[in-house]
């Protein structure tokens, strides 16, 4: 039976794809047999007259996957839009019941998945059929982790997604704060208060352009839960 772990944020751009690649290399890297699925993807580009889900290409080659980046995705959009405009947009709704199907795919490759939301933790993939992205977590069974930028404003855009997902029945495993520098003052009190508020872990910190996760084996391992 395979364990799973969802990567989500606390907004756009703030770094849950490059976090999502070091969890993955970290994990194979250990000697785990760990995969990458993203359910929905938005803002995909055209290279040599193919479509390329640039988030899924990213990890795949930073992780060393064996693999085609098309192959770990559900849905790709060119628009570079939320998940649910952009399926109106090409005419494509997204369908939970493709998302399941796909991940159980996934499940029968590896042992542990990666899996990887867009934008923040309320982004809507299908506004006609009420679908949002903690529906997609809970449909596939899985706990989460919050990605966060270690800036001004963090603090409260960690609580609100924490208890957010707690209010949705989403157990929230850690937190990992991206663009961290020990030195800052502010980074090192953000870190403090969004584990005394919110009562979660801050599993780890990364630096700009960090190419490892710091963080011990069995922590990492953790945090993967048995679906």
Known sequence: MAKGI???ATGTDIGKTYISALLVKNMRDSGYNCGYYKPALS???ITNGRLIPGDCDYVVKTA???VQP?????YMFK???SPHLAARIENNPIKLEKITSDFAAIKKQYDYIVAEGAGGIVCPFNIEENLLLPDVIKALDLDIVIVASAELGTINSIVLTAEYAKQHGIAVKGIILNGYNHDDIMHVDNKKCAEIL???PVLTTVGKNQKDLE???NILEGIFKEI
């Open 6 to 8: 969802f990567v989500t």
């Open 43 to 45: 803002g995909a580009e």
């Open 64 to 66: 060393g996957l064996n």
């Open 70 to 74: 098309e192959k770990c995705v559900s």
């Open 79 to 81: 628009p570079a839009v």
């Open 198 to 200: 919110t009562g979660i």
């Open 215 to 217: 963080i011990e084996k």
